[in-house]
Antibody
Framework: QVQLQESGPGLVKPSQTLSLTCTVS??????????WSWIRQPAGKGLEWIGRIYTSGSTNYNPSLKSRVTISVDTSKNQFSLKLSSVTAADTAVYYC????????????WGQGTLVTVSS | EIVMTQSPATLSVSPGERATLSCRAS??????LAWYQQKPGQAPRLLIY???TRATGIPARFSGSGSGTEFTLTISSLQSEDFAVYYCQQYNNWLPLTFGGGTKVEIK
């Protein structure tokens, strides 16, 4: 059973870079043909897809965030990471990592989520 | 960007009753539509993919239907654990992947 766990600072100052890591267990991040995604959810609001990285390392980003987002993978640590630069209070949210399914780009496995607050 | 619109925003239902949730896409997504359930403080849980295929371990009272731009999630007989927020998501070839705004199913 694949499990994902987000980690990183819970508080980031405005204009700085938010950095989160998703550690995958129960399977190798480099096996199979999967997309590994980041999704966020501001308090009381809906879900926003941030972007994803494929097993091969290719990436796709939400155009609304593309200029500020970098997603990378470290297969030796079985992790993938999110960097979001120049953050503002609007980036305060619960951030989830997820893996897509066997039959499409839906979120089959999700991490529990981690709250990141942007505040000075 | 494909816009996903869910209705109603809130659905009040009594336990044991049937709940019908709607999701509309701004353009066709074929059958590339998923439904999730989210409870407070928890990550979304996949219920349905391919518009109508139940994910592993999902009870048969959950069913999905539709294709193109109109989709429905039906919960045949609501149990206490089903009161939650439900989201639809399109995963057609168009990026970005997008979610609906959610429908909250509450106890009547």
């Amino acid at each position: 059973q694949v499990q994902l766990q987000e980690s990183g600072p819970g508080l980031v100052k405005p204009s700085q870079t938010l950095s989160l890591t998703c550690t995958v267990s129960g399977g190798s991040i480099s096996s199979g043909s999967y997309y590994w995604s980041w999704i966020r959810q501001p308090a009381g609001k809906g879900l926003e897809w941030i972007g994803r990285i494929y097993t091969s390392g290719s990436t796709n980003y939400n155009p609304s965030l593309k200029s500020r987002v970098t997603i990378s993978v470290d297969t030796s640590k079985n992790q993938f990471s999110l960097k979001l630069s120049s953050v503002t209070a609007a980036d305060t949210a619960v951030y989830y990592c997820a893996r897509d399914g066997n039959y499409g780009d839906y979120g089959d496995y999700w991490g529990q989520g981690t709250l990141v607050t942007v505040s000075s | 960007e494909i816009v996903m619109t869910q209705s109603p925003a809130t659905l009040s239902v009594s336990p044991g009753e049937r709940a019908t949730l709607s999701c509309r896409a701004s353009q066709s997504v074929s059958s590339n539509l998923a439904w999730y359930q989210q409870k407070p403080g928890q990550a979304p849980r996949l219920l349905i993919y391919g518009a109508s295929t139940r994910a592993t371990g999902i009870p048969a009272r959950f069913s999905g239907s539709g294709s193109g731009t109109e989709f429905t999630l039906t919960i045949s007989s609501l149990q206490s654990e089903d009161f939650a927020v439900y989201y639809c998501q399109q995963y057609n070839n168009w990026l970005p992947l997008t979610f609906g705004g959610g429908t909250k199913v509450e106890i009547k």
